[in-house]
């Protein structure tokens, strides 16, 4: 294990935001044991990361950031694709995300804020009136979406199906309203779309939550 590698990898997840830290590790749970992800803190997910990606911690930590849109720590540190064309925004755009498909290569992951964004430059709460529209697109696969990517109690999934029998936009809104009210504050946009992006969901999903962000 390089001592250097580790120590870029910590400066790395320490240069970013509380938000952004949790939602790169949103996007690495179909990589990592869930057990061990979701409570690891920066250093912890630095050993993980080196553990499980022996030579490769750097080019998959540098691939996350590019979704997040952290090209400057990309540029800072110098990580593996610095000079790739996709990294100059006038060149070409940002390669595509980890986990996405074909249908998904020509659409912008939305940007999250810096720690240095002002405050009225951060993105807003999703409203249940945005909830409800997300969940008109989500399909019968909502309880799927809720447990693999929001990390959703099954228990407390089956309750809501339970309580909505014959309804799946409703059995979805309230998948989601479970969701906003874990995450209270963080519950914007860009997290929801970091959280679904990896999933096989409409394309307009994604759509969606990318045209809230200018709201």
């Known amino acids: 294990m390089?001592?250097?590698?580790?120590?870029?990898?910590?400066?790395?997840?320490?240069?970013?935001?509380?938000?952004?830290f949790q939602t790169l590790k949103y996007l690495l749970e179909e990589r990592l044991p869930l057990a061990e992800l979701r409570p690891a803190t920066r250093p912890d997910l630095c050993s993980l990361l080196l553990q499980r990606f022996p030579g490769q911690a750097l080019r998959i930590t540098a691939d996350l950031l590019r979704q997040i849109h952290r090209h400057d720590l990309?540029?800072?540190?110098?990580?593996?694709?610095?000079?790739?064309?996709?990294?100059?925004?006038?060149?070409?755009?940002?390669?595509?995300?980890?986990?996405?498909?074909?249908?998904?290569?020509?659409r912008q992951p939305v940007s999250l804020p810096t720690a240095s964004s002002p405050l009225s430059l951060r993105p807003r709460r999703l409203t249940e009136k945005d909830l409800i529209q997300i969940a008109q697109k989500l399909g019968k696969e909502w309880q799927e979406v809720g447990i693999g990517y929001l990390g959703l109690e099954r228990s407390r999934l089956d309750q809501i199906r339970e309580d909505n029998p014959r309804n799946v936009v409703m059995q979805s809104f309230e998948m989601l309203r479970e969701w906003r009210r874990?995450?209270?504050?963080?519950?914007t946009a860009p997290r929801l779309y970091a959280c679904l992006a990896p999933a096989s969901l409409d394309p307009e999903v994604l759509d969606l939550l990318q045209s809230f962000q200018g709201d």
């Open 74 to 106: 990309i540029r800072l540190h110098q990580l593996p694709g610095t000079e790739d064309p996709g990294e100059k925004g006038e060149a070409g755009g940002p390669s595509a995300p980890l986990g996405r498909g074909k249908e998904d290569e020509g």
């Open 182 to 187: 874990r995450e209270k504050q963080e519950a």
């Open 2 to 20: 390089s001592r250097g590698e580790r120590e870029t990898l910590l400066a790395l997840q320490r240069a970013l935001t509380e938000e952004q």
